[in-house]
């Protein structure tokens, strides 16, 4: 496994549209090598501005989305179409503007979403739902229980979590499953559903997306020898390649070699 890669650009604007750009690429490359492609989406400001990016990158119409699936890093426990799911505010950046099989679109289990009503009310049922879902298309080049993700994006916030995965929580130092369902979340909603970082580093990529001075102590941590369990950024690594695709302001606390 490499080590981190690092690369900065101006402001937000400018660093959605690059990552958007890298981002088309990337998954064109994958699908005509493979025939299909797998994506991890993530939440946050600037992952949906990505998004938004994609949807609006002139080069959009290269990729065919008939063969990409989309996962989910991470999801608020809350109701089908509430505006905190991040399924929503991806559907509305990116998914309804391409054509792309609803069958391809694997998000993480609704509150009261459950079709069996399983899950309905308890984050753990729906973790172990999604992970049986991960399982069942998981590839014979993965580590089994998940899909071997072509990229995983994550963002990070001040505190360096990921995806949902909270420094000092036990959902960040579980290592045996590939989901889990967090309560008592620090930051609103209470209630999730997260990729455990086992699952996040049997991603082929990982790419960490970050903008504004917020993140800047978290993006420094993320790059060092922290454990973990304590910057759980720091344990967010792809398989054969991990990206920090940063604005100046999240870059502000590393220094980059020209």
Aim: proline share 9%; charged share 20%; aromatic share 4%.
């Amino acid at each position: 496994m490499r080590g981190p890669e690092v690369r900065v650009h101006p402001d937000a604007t400018v660093l959605a549209s690059a990552v958007a750009a890298r981002l088309v690429t990337r998954l064109v490359d994958v699908t005509a090598t493979r025939g299909s492609a797998s994506l991890v989406l993530t939440g946050g400001t600037i992952g949906i501005q990505v998004l938004a990016a994609v949807a609006a990158a002139p080069a959009r119409d290269a990729v065919n989305w008939q063969q990409v699936d989309f996962w989910w890093g991470d999801e608020a426990f809350r109701p089908p179409g509430d505006p905190a799911r991040v399924e929503t505010q991806a559907r509305a950046a990116l998914l309804d503007h391409v054509d792309v099989s609803q069958d391809r679109i694997h998000p993480m289990p609704a509150a009261d979403g459950a079709a069996d009503g399983a899950a309905a009310g308890d984050p753990e049922a729906a973790a172990d739902r999604y992970a049986a879902e991960l399982r069942s298309v998981a590839r014979s080049d993965g580590p089994g229980h998940v899909p071997a993700f072509d990229v995983l994006l994550l963002g990070i916030g001040p505190d360096a979590h990921v995806a949902s995965l909270f420094p000092g929580m036990p959902a960040v130092s579980e290592l045996d499953r590939a989901v889990v369902g967090v309560t008592g979340a620090p930051k609103p909603p209470p209630s999730r559903i997260s990729l455990t970082l086992p699952a996040i580093t049997a991603a082929r990529e990982v790419w960490v997306v970050a903008a504004g001075t917020d993140q800047a102590d978290a993006v420094r941590l993320a790059l060092s020898a922290a454990d973990p369990s304590l910057v759980p950024a720091a344990g967010a690594r792809g398989r054969e390649r991990t990206l920090f695709l940063l604005d100046q302001e999240a870059a502000a606390r590393i220094q980059v070699a020209p």
